[in-house]
């Protein structure tokens, strides 16, 4: 939100207090960028040019940065800066007319600021928050379950002068308390397991234990709970740290991946609300176990009304000496920071997000070395899921035999889904791994499922008939705890084409397969729609598709094809049907109209001209 | 340490942690590259030169060698995989040969021929893109960028070590810049490294253009695959 920082030659000047925080570290362009934006509401090219001078950059390796994040402006965004989540489950919930009354109230359109400069409206992609759609940031608070009445009153008190956090906040919390958080966000968890959201956890007591062993020790208990990542991959996590206790280095990183950026998954959302001593303390389970002594815990900028709540934790844990120095009085020191993101689903991918960390742009690293050899500035690092981190705590309170006992023999412990879609109550289900797709759709209370997008739009598309006994499992339905679910009344081509279109915004374009090759199978998708594909698109689809898993730099290219590939396979019939009977000379995927609409354009322009 | 690889059926001795594209080349097997230049450190962008290794499609510029890997170039899959590669570059941006100062010392065109390219595939898309031509000495058309990152990455001013060229937003806005002020001052040399640098016709060096005749150019007198496998002849 703008302070009414003076925007010219003076910015020169009000650069330096933040190239001192920051002790003009270039790793550090990401916050400093944040700075200037939360002073003057944009990032000048005044600051530009005066950081880049600072951090002796050029001012468009500054730029390289900040355009490549979504949240960064580079010019006016509006005196409060209004995101409006655009996913396919908001679609299915009022959507459409929460964002023509948003338009209509701040006289503006989606991706421009309204002539008295007051709101800037954008879209953004899942801002974790499936479970409460239609959901919007404004600056750093959030709104959820919008209607247009609803709207309408938080836009008139915005005019009249309120601030985003006194209409989120009524009662004024703190920033750094939980009421501030469950203020605007409610926690929605439906069902809990053993392993997550004990209350009264022991965390000293917890933490006593696991430094009277030793880290090899700790490492062997990680890997005989056979836990395996959270975040999507399924990395055995006792092997990652194995590595990572061998990786030679002085020096060795923690690192936390709270970017949660799957659309449809948010139990990172509420683990770190509900659990953040689970996943700090794990963080320093592992810090022990790898020999680390800095812990970064990388929040997405969507989260930001987490940030000061979190900062509070990881200060109460210094103040109990669970963290910091010498901690619990023993010859162990580890803290950890918050980095928060800038808006970039591909920050997820581990490389990605240490760049990310580093200040530059988020661009998946060439592997290997892989992290666990040399990630944040080139030091061994450990990353984890969140979940992964709130677990260990678990099994460290209570042993690897009691959690490898839960869940099936491959596939150890339990797993938090983010349930959205089509169900009597979305929201956070702690199931054990190894239950059946119809025993979780009968959990949720979901009626008339036709399909089940699982992972998020990076998983893979099931037939709720087809598919009702496949198990969640690693070797089956692995599942990085997205469920969003579609009855019979929707329309999966158009979720499909909403993915494809996530795919395009979201990819970071260093390689080429995923950077050109998205934008063509989006196109497909839209050929399909429009009725205009035949046969030979489908078979397009299939080969390009597995041009992109094949050859693409990240994740985030090979699984972007998958929304097509995934339904093509279990629901062949809602692309033939679309199929376009070919009629006369043209081909279908010819647009006549558009090819002619110039024109027709200029002809009309000459009849006009004659009448005149 | 001698190891023992498996390229295309035989077997060939080699030093682990080499990269496979090396390997491969001074084993008189081509690979494709647009990114890659052997010496420098490997950028992973073009992905013209995935192979298949243990039964994984990989670039192999990416890949050290290690013992008992069995790698496959030569496949139809595979050569046709290359091949769309360079097809969705030549859609995704404007390239008009006959007319390109580049024509004949282009990576881009060459490869084309290499992988038998006739024509794209994919949709040509005209993007409409801006030329930059403020700097004194350099041109950028920006129509031809394939965004190796070649520049970006080994590009520098000599006296501050920042980045001249730089890449601005991403995916389909992506767009090439340089830093006028400190492209003025490269010297005349740095100016026709950065034009050679660039594997296709977008950083132009003002002031010397279509100096080589047609037909006497770098891969007109011998193609980018000749050039590449030179090692394993010697
Ligand atoms: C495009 C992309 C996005 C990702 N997003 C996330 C994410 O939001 N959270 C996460 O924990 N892992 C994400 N991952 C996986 C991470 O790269 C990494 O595997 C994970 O953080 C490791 O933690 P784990 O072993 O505990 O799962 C993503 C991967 C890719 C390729
Ligand atoms: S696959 Fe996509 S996101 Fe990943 S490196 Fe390539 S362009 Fe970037
Ligand atoms: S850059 Fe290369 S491929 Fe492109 S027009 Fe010039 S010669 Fe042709
Ligand atoms: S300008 Fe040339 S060298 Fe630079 S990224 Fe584009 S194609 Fe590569």
Redo the contacts with the bound molecule.
Sequence with gaps: MTQGIEVNETMTTNIHPILERYHADKTRLIDMLWDIQRQAGYIPDAAVTALAEGLNMSANDVRETLTFYHFFHDKPAGRHTLYLADTVIARMQGYDEVRATLERETGTTFGSVDPSATFGLYDTNCIGLSDQEPAMMVDEVVFTRLTPEKVRTIINRLKQGATPSEIANPDQFDTRRLEYVQAQVADNIRICGPVFFQQDRPHAQILEKTLDLLPEQVVEQVTLSRIRGRGGAGFPTGLKWRLGREAPGREKVVICNADEGEPGTFKDRVLLTRSPRDVLLGMTVAAHAIGARTGILYLRAEYWYLKDYLEQQITDLRAERLLGRSILGREFDFDIRIQMGAGAYVCGDETALIESCEGKRGTPRVKPPYPIQQGYLGMPTCINNVETFAAVTAIMEQGADWFSSLGTPESSGTRLLSVSGDCAAPGIYEIEWGVSLNEVLDTVGARNTRAVQISGPSGECVSAAADGERRLCYSDLSCNGSFMIFDHSRDLLRVVEHFMRFFVDESCGICVPCRAGGVDLHHKIRLIIAGRATRQDLDDIVNWGNLMRGTSRCGLGTTAPKPLLTTLEKFPQIYREKLARPQGPLLPSFDLENATREYEHACQALAQEKSK | MNIRITLDGKEIETTAGTLLVDVAADNGVYIPTLCYQRGKPCLGTCRACSVRVNGNVMASCTVPVAEGMTVEVDAADLNDMRKALVELL?AE?????P??????R????AV?YEVGMLVSRFPYRFPPRTREHVAKYIWL?R??CIFCQRCVEFVRDHETGRKIFTIDDRGTHASIEIDVALADRMPPEQVREAAELC????IIAKGVGYDKPIGQRKFEVKSIRERTLERSRK
Excluded: A, I, T, Y
């Excluded at chain 2, 594997?199 to 977008?202: D, F, L």
């Design positions: 030549f941006g404007n390239h008009n040969c007319s390109c100062e580049k024509s004949g282009c990576e881009l065109q084309g058309e129509d031809r594997p296709v016709g977008c």
